[in-house]
């Protein structure tokens, strides 16, 4: 009997190779996963100041609702109108001890400006006093 060997046409990968596309695949993971959290972080951003902008609406809504001064309180890491909180996210730094106090008209009666510090820059709002409006002005580091 003649024995015949027979040639596998399966060919499979060395380890060098797996550990190379291994490495290969985790790097890319790596920095994929490091611009997503960055992208994650602004976009947390911007909802947190759309969100406070939304809470210092309603507070001045409530208290023309309400015919009562109604005040809303930044304790540094949480924004407080006594019925809603709002957290601070930890990209960004919030004033501490300041309260804006809206009249029972909806006006600005007690602070002219809160400030957020965060990695780009400063966001500043201007309150202005007396009839309640808001301005964002954004300042970037140099």
């Known amino acids: 009997m003649e024995r015949q060997i027979v040639k596998s046409m399966i060919k499979a990968f060395t380890m060098l190779e797996s550990l190379l596309v291994l490495g290969l695949v985790s790097i890319l993971a790596l920095g994929l996963s490091g611009s997503v959290q960055s992208t994650f972080a602004a976009v947390e951003e911007q909802i947190?100041?759309?969100?406070?902008?939304?809470?210092?609406?309603?507070?001045?809504?409530?208290?023309?609702?309400?015919?009562?001064?109604?005040?809303?309180?930044?304790?540094?890491?949480?924004?407080?109108?006594?019925?809603?909180?709002l957290t601070v996210p930890k990209g960004i730094q919030a004033p501490s001890g300041q309260s804006i106090t809206f009249d029972r008209a909806g006006g600005n009666s007690s602070l002219a400006k809160v400030e957020f510090q965060t990695s780009k820059g400063a966001i500043r709002y201007q309150l202005y006093l007396g009839n309640g409006k808001i301005k964002r002005i954004k300042e970037t580091k140099n």
């Not at 969100?51 to 924004?79: C, H, M, P, W």
């Open 48 to 85: 947190f100041f759309m969100e406070f902008e939304e809470l210092y609406r309603e507070t001045q809504k409530r208290s023309v609702a309400s015919q009562q001064k109604t005040s809303l309180n930044l304790d540094g890491q949480t924004i407080s109108n006594g019925s809603q909180n």
